[in-house]
Nanobody, 115 residues
Framework: VQLQACGGGLVQAGGSLRLSCAASGSVDSVNVMGWYRRAPGESREWVVDITRDLRTVYADSVKGRFTISRDNAKNTVYLQMNSLKPEDTAVYYC??????????WGQGTQVTVSS
């Protein structure tokens, strides 16, 4: 599975961004898709994921501010990020999970939130 992420950028605190991640290749077996992020000098942090039947789970740090959605017809997930904070600054990586296979990763997209 190949993943193409886009939508990052620079935004002021309190602003919004929308990320997208399009999957291609062996997408029929993809169950869960989601996002991790890595802030400068920090370890990777799981953010959110969504199953094929649209069940979602969020990290506490983004709950109520971020919303993930999924369009199975387009094999694409979207991450709407509202009320952004400087601590949300990170490279965001989308991933796709298939049974018994290593995770597939997108190339990462930079999100920078200025105070």
């Amino acid at each position: 599975v190949q993943l193409q992420a886009c939508g990052g950028g620079l935004v002021q605190a309190g602003g919004s961004l929308r990320l997208s991640c399009a999957a291609s290749g062996s997408v029929d077996s993809v169950n869960v898709m989601g996002w991790y992020r890595r802030a400068p000098g920090e370890s990777r942090e799981w953010v959110v994921d969504i199953t094929r039947d649209l069940r979602t789970v969020y990290a506490d740090s983004v709950k109520g501010r971020f919303t993930i959605s999924r369009d199975n017809a387009k094999n694409t997930v979207y991450l709407q990020m509202n009320s952004l904070k400087p601590e949300d600054t990170a490279v965001y990586y989308c991933y796709a999970a298939r049974p018994f296979m290593p995770l597939s990763w997108g190339q990462g997209t930079q999100v920078t939130v200025s105070s």
